[in-house]
């Protein structure tokens, strides 16, 4: 997938700050729009902060998508 695509799906749900560093390290700041949580991302390059935050986004919204088993309905 390219960055611009995992960056525009990233600003679907966080504000993002992206940052370099003196020592040449990318940081990059993903801030929940919803819930003003925050989670912080370095690496040595802009496609590797990047595709860390991206992950980060994947695993979260796994986790708070409600399994089959724990979707039974009522009637």
Avoid: C, W
């Avoid at 690496?43 to 986790?63: I, P, R, T």
């Amino acid at each position: 997938m390219r960055n611009t695509t995992k960056l525009k799906t990233l600003l679907i749900k966080y504000t993002i700050s992206l940052d370099r560093l003196d020592d040449e390290e990318f940081k990059l700041m993903l801030t929940d729009k919803q819930t003003n949580e925050s989670e912080l991302f370095t690496g040595k390059s802009y496609s590797m902060v990047l595709s860390k935050a991206y992950s980060y986004l994947l695993k979260v919204l796994k986790e708070d998508k409600p399994s089959s088993k724990n979707s039974a309905h009522k009637n």
